[in-house]
């Protein structure tokens, strides 16, 4: 190899690792002494609210972390792009095994949404969506990619994702712990490597994990690569795990008991 190429690659080699050391950020979130007017930056100066979140745009290697034991109400919305060596990351922080929650509003269709986006894991979180009253196509987590291309590596581990209740009704929308979407008119879109693993989805109406996309073999475009594995569905009337508009799907080690009895008659539903 000429001495330009060696030059080259350690040239993009050093540029990566002061790329992830200078450009990539934490960002904290403590429910309890926090302040939306601090900078974000480190448990000291945590934000208090997702609302925060709002100001920043997160860019490759960038973490969000919610602090263990606390609650944060609202709806948490985010896009990001990540990548291979980089990837965007939101976790829990602190002491001690009560995951930090994320609690929907009595509106919400959903309380976290991921959005068009790249090499991007949540994990370590509880999700919460519980209206006053029984919501069509509510759902906990909503990770959607339209009119986006190709989203690769989306990662979903250890989620707690609790009481949702949506409706009954498949006609109606149903309703989900998670809802997996993809289309559009424009650019076709698809999710390649999305993995789903280590979640207990608890009580969430109508459906634990279904998917949204392109199931007419006349406009087959499928997701491709898909892992759902080592989860517990407990408590869901509906359907446990349905893979729409995919192939090259593994399903593996899951786990669905405990199924209410609560669906109308008119209704069907499958385990996996």
């Known amino acids: 190899m000429k001495t330009s190429t060696w030059t080259q690659l350690a040239f993009c080699l050093l540029s990566s690792v002061f790329y992830a050391c200078n450009s990539s950020h934490v960002y904290y979130l403590d429910a309890t002494s ?17 609302e925060a979140l709002k100001q920043i745009s997160l860019q490759p290697g960038d973490k ?11 709806i948490l919305e985010v896009t990001g792009k990540g990548t291979y ?4 990351i939101i976790d829990a922080y602190g002491e001690g095994n009560q995951k930090p929650c994320i609690a929907g509003n009595d509106t919400s269709m959903y309380a976290v ?32 990619c339209t009119d986006y291309g190709i989203s690769h590596n989306i990662r979903i581990n250890n989620l707690t994702i609790r009481d949702v209740n949506g ?5 109606e929308g149903g309703g989900s712990g998670i809802l997996i979407v993809n289309g559009g008119d424009s650019i076709r879109s698809r999710f390649d490597s999305l993995t789903i693993e280590n979640c207990h989805i608890l009580r969430c109406e109508r459906n634990a994990m279904i998917w949204s996309g392109y199931y007419d073999r006349k406009n087959w475009y499928p997701n491709k690569h898909t892992i759902v594995r080592n989860n517990l569905i407990e ?8 893979p729409i508009g995919c192939d090259s799907t593994l399903i593996e080690y899951n786990l669905m008991c405990d199924s209410p009895d609560i ?10």
């Not at 969000?64 to 609202?74: D, R, S, V």
């Not at 090499?119 to 029984?134: A, D, M, P, V």
């Open 113 to 144: 949404r991921i959005f068009n986006s790249d090499y991007f894991t949540i994990q370590n979180l509880e999700i919460s969506n519980t209206g006053k009253e029984r919501k069509a196509g509510r759902t906990g987590l909503k990770v959607e």
């Open 64 to 74: 969000i972390l919610f602090k263990k034991g606390e609650t944060f109400p609202g």
């Open 167 to 171: 409706s009954l009704v498949k006609e």
């Open 85 to 88: 060596t980089h990837p965007i």
């Open 263 to 272: 669906l109308p008659m008119t209704e069907a539903a499958a385990g996996i």
């Open 34 to 50: 926090g302040s939306d007017q601090n900078n974000g930056t480190s448990p000291r100066s945590a934000w208090q609210s997702i």
């Open 235 to 242: 408590k869901v009337p509906g359907d446990g795990i349905v």
